[in-house]
Every structure is written in structure tokens, then in C-alpha cells.
């Protein structure tokens, strides 16, 4: 394994750098606290992995390489035991909730958390009486809508999926409206308008069971570009505000600091979560493994996506060449087949490794405000800050051809450190491991920021240090609000509750 010496330096001391210092000041005014990260449990169009397991092993659990800790799976349309071939397709894997029940249940034991989506609810709730999204030859116009009837079965419906889930062993963490309800499809799709939404929330998702089923959290529609036009009425009517606990959507068509980063303004204020519940990226790169470019392109989605606020990242499939684990299938591109050299499969492609800067080290981090890098889409240099325990990690990312050093301006001093660093495709090049020595507690440090490079730089907070201990919130003016442990809001707080302020910020507190 290739050596990269990670060197130090307390400003002040005499020194001679040659490449050119990019200076990152971290405050110590706290953002959004980090829910985690995952991927779909499939690795095809409803394609669930069955009796493979193989993938959640690779991925899933502080024991693993990856650190993954959140699994998407469909709410196929489907109930127990009927497993009915839809009429638009034939699917290798048992097309009911049997598909992912086997890798919901290694996410679970090893802590994470699972959720579903229906891609559309029973084909006879609907306005074309298929589960069929409507946009195909056999379907003409009939777009497929939830019946005007049906708005006070669905939710029911969702309580028996949780019901026959928990039979099986595994409580679902949260299940959500409806998969991009804004894209007219010719696979399993259901239609709905931002304020078809916010009728069916307002009026009937008291039913979601969450006495018999305490904890589940429901999930807006996840649109297809995380639209405000599909987030922000669901936010705006209270009574909406108080059933829905996630706001999610997907990158296709918008970057995240284009379209995310303004959906997450009112649900972060509501102190709701945020998360992206679905995007790949290269994923039409034909018959080849992403390029080191194309795996920064998703490093810098991933460090977009915190800098917009986001609490959550799901990525879509977990199997495929493009994505986590190798399929060991070949790739048919004009009508030809071509094998993909180290596409193994089940076995941990060099995408995986990319996400576990963040999946490894920032879950359960609350990201902190910084100033000399701009938050910019695809840009030369990006970075984010996190604090968790007593860490504080920079994540940092170089494009260019060229490489820098790095002055870290650190809100608290620190006594030692770790680099993570990665350069390449190559089994050699990933989360190489370098220790950052340090002499005496610094809170301002220069560090090595390589050409091409994916970087994670883990500092140990010096206890002797109080400063942050006195973290402040980017503003505490303002009214206050407050929800229960569920996140549901209360007009006269009492109890155990959450506080939350006008700037975002929330914490627990106690009220008589």
C-alpha cells in the first residue's frame, strides 16, 4: 500500500510550502445533526435482493467497511401473499414484501434503519385499476391516480404492511407517501398534485397507526427534484406539518444547491428531517466501471447534499456496476453484451468506499458553519465540517490536477488526528490511513490536500479546552415552538419535549 505522510503544522513554525494554502475557518455555530446514509434494497427496477443478503452484509453496520445504516425497500402494491406478476413485467424476485424482508432483518440487527415506498398502492385503489403508472401503449391517457373513494384506505393499507413487517421481526422505522409523485410512468406509478397530497394528509393520515406502531415516522411524497412545490405546502398547513415527521425528494434534473437546499428551508424550520431518498449518479456509463472523476462527481453530491441541509442519504440501487456491489453480470449496450472487468459479484466496488467517508464518519455528526470555501455545485474545492462526540472531521475534496495545502482555522483546540485520503479507483488508492501528528494543542493547522483527492481529516478535541463548550446557533431570536418526541406540535408544552428556535435549532427540554 502506497505511504502519504500527512504533515502538521503549528502556524508560527518555520516552514516551506511550495503548493498553494487554501485557508477553511470552522465556527462553532452548529447546523443539521446527521441521521445517516443508505441505499435501495434492490438491484433492478423492483428487483428486491430475495435470500441474497449478500449486499447488507457488505454495506451495513459499524462492523462493516461501508457503514451504512439507512435501507430503502418498496412497498410493492401487493398484500401478503399475493404475489401477482404485474402485467408490465416479470421479476426474478418474489414480487410481494417477501423481497426484502430477508435484508430488512440484517439492517435491523445491526442497528440501522429501514423504511418503505410504494411505488403505487393496489392497482384497485386507482383511477386506472392497475398498479401500472398509467404512461404506457396498452393505457392510453388513463393516468393512475389514488380514487377519490380509496384517500381514506391508504393509510390502513400502510398499517397492514407494518403489521405483517412486524410479524416477521422487524419494526419499520418510517414509510412514505408515495415515490415521485410528480413523474408519469410506464412501470408501477401513482399520481398526485402537491395539494392531493396535503388532502390526503390533512384528512386521513391520523390513521397511520403510530400507537400500535410507536416511533414510525411517516414520509412526504418523494418528488422526483426535491421541488418546493411538493415540500412547502405539506410545511405550510399545520395540520399536515404535525403527521409528517421526514421531507424527502430526488436529485434528478436538480443539484442540491439548486432545488433541495430551498425545500429544506421550511421543514428544517419545523424541525423536521430532510432526507434524498433516491439518485445514482454515472449510472448510463455503458460497459464500464465509473472513472475516478465520475466517483468525485458523487463525492461532492454527497458534500452538496449536507451543505443543502440535508439529515439523510439514500442512494438508489445497492447492486449494480455503477454503484456499491459488483453484480458480476455483463452489460448490454446496443444490443451487445460486454463483461466489465471488476465487476464481481457481492463484491465491494470502489463507489462503496467513496461513500464510507461519509456513511463511516459523519453519521450521527451535527455539521457545523464554515467560511473560505463557497458552497458551490461541482466545484474545484469543496468541503463540510461536523462535530460528533469528541471529533471534529473535515471532509474536503480536490479536483483539480493540482495539489494544496489545507489551513484549518478549528473552533476548539485539538491533540492529534487522522487522515483519510482517496486517490483512485484502485484498491491502493482508497481510505489509505495516516496518522496527523501534532506537538501541542493547536486549534489552527496546515494539512496535505493532494491532487484528485477525496480526504477526511479527523481531529481529537483537547479536553483542556472549553471553546466548544460555548457553542453558540446561528440566532436565537425569535419565537419558539414545540413538538413531542415525535415530532408532532404542541400548543402548550409539557413534559419532555423538543424546543425548537427560530434559527433551526432544537433541543430537548422540560416543561411544568
Not at 182 to 195: A, E, F, T
Amino acid at each position: 500500500m502506497k505511504k502519504i505522510i500527512t504533515t502538521v503544522l503549528a502556524l508560527g513554525a518555520v516552514t516551506f510550502l511550495q503548493a498553494a494554502t487554501i485557508t477553511l475557518t470552522v465556527t462553532d455555530t452548529r447546523l443539521q445533526t446527521i441521521t445517516g446514509f443508505g441505499a435501495a434494497c434492490c438491484d433492478g427496477a423492483m428487483c428486491p435482493f430475495g435470500s441474497d443478503t449478500n449486499p447488507v452484509r457488505l454495506l451495513y453496520g459499524p462492523q462493516s467497511k461501508i457503514g451504512l445504516n439507512i435501507m430503502r425497500m418498496e412497498i410493492s402494491p401487493n398484500f401478503e401473499g399475493d404475489i401477482r406478476v404485474p402485467e408490465w413485467g416479470n421479476w426474478d424476485s418474489p414480487y410481494d414484501w417477501n423481497g426484502s424482508l430477508p435484508s430488512a432483518k440484517i439492517v435491523k440487527q445491526r442497528g440501522g434503519i429501514v423504511f418503505g415506498t410504494p411505488w403505487s398502492p393496489p392497482g384497485e385503489y386507482k383511477t386506472n385499476g392497475t398498479a401500472q403508472g398509467g404512461n404506457a401503449a396498452d393505457q392510453g391517457n388513463k393516468r393512475g391516480k389514488l380514487r377519490a373513494d380509496c384517500y381514506e384506505k391508504f393509510f390502513p393499507w400502510l398499517n397492514t404492511f407494518l403489521a405483517w413487517m412486524k410479524s416477521k421481526g422487524v419494526n419499520v422505522d418510517a414509510v412514505s407517501i408515495q415515490n415521485e409523485p410528480d413523474w408519469w410512468v410506464s412501470y408501477s406509478g401513482c399520481l398526485y398534485d402537491p395539494q392531493d397530497l396535503v388532502k390526503l394528509v390533512k384528512n386521513y393520515a391520523w390513521m397511520l397507526d403510530r400507537k400500535t406502531y410507536p416511533g414510525v415516522k411517516l414520509i412526504s411524497g418523494e418528488s422526483l427534484g426535491f421541488t418546493r412545490n411538493f415540500t412547502d405546502p405539506l410545511m405550510e398547513d399545520s395540520t399536515c406539518r404535525e403527521q409528517i415527521d421526514i421531507v424527502a425528494g430526488h436529485l434528478y434534473g436538480h443539484a442540491p444547491l439548486e432545488y433541495m437546499k430551498y425545500s429544506a428551508i421550511l421543514p428544517t424550520q419545523y424541525g423536521k428531517e430532510v432526507w434524498m431518498t433516491e439518485h445514482s449518479v454515472t449510472d448510463n456509463i455503458g460497459a464500464r466501471l465509473p472513472n475516478w472523476h465520475e466517483q468525485l462527481i458523487f463525492a461532492e453530491e454527497l458534500n452538496e447534499c449536507m451543505q443543502a441541509g440535508c439529515t439523510g442519504y439514500i442512494y438508489w440501487y445497492m447492486r449494480a456496476h455503477w454503484a456499491f456491489v459488483g453484480t458480476g453480470e455483463p452489460v448490454e449496450v446496443d444490443g451487445k453484451k460486454y463483461t466489465i472487468a471488476g465487476n464481481t459479484k457481492n463484491v465491494l466496488l470502489p463507489r462503496a468506499y467513496v461513500m464510507s467517508h461519509f456513511s463511516k464518519h459523519v453519521t450521527g455528526s451535527t455539521r457545523l458553519q464554515m467560511k473560505g470555501i463557497a458552497a458551490v455545485t461541482n466545484a474545484a474545492y469543496e468541503a463540510s465540517a461536523y462535530i460528533k462526540g469528541d471529533s471534529l472531521i473535515v471532509m474536503a475534496i480536490d479536483t483539480t490536477k493540482n495539489a494544496q495545502n489545507l489551513k484549518l482555522v478549528l473552533p476548539a483546540k485539538v491533540k492529534s488526528g487522522v487522515h483519510l485520503l482517496s486517490t483512485g479507483n484502485e484498491a491502493a488508492n482508497l481510505c489509505q490511513e495516516t496518522p496527523i501528528a501534532i506537538d501541542e494543542p493547536v486549534n489552527e493547522v496546515i494539512v496535505s490536500l493532494p491532487a484528485r483527492s477525496l480526504n477526511t481529516y479527523i481531529f481529537m478535541i483537547d479536553k483542556g479546552d472549553t471553546a466548544i463548550e460555548n457553542v453558540k446557533h446561528a440566532s436565537v431570536e425569535g419565537p419558539k415552538t414545540y413538538f413531542d418526541l415525535q415530532g408532532r406540535h404542541l400548543d402548550k408544552p409539557k413534559g419532555l419535549c423538543i424546543e425548537k428556535r427560530a434559527d433551526g435549532s432544537s433541543k430537548v427540554v422540560f416543561k411544568r
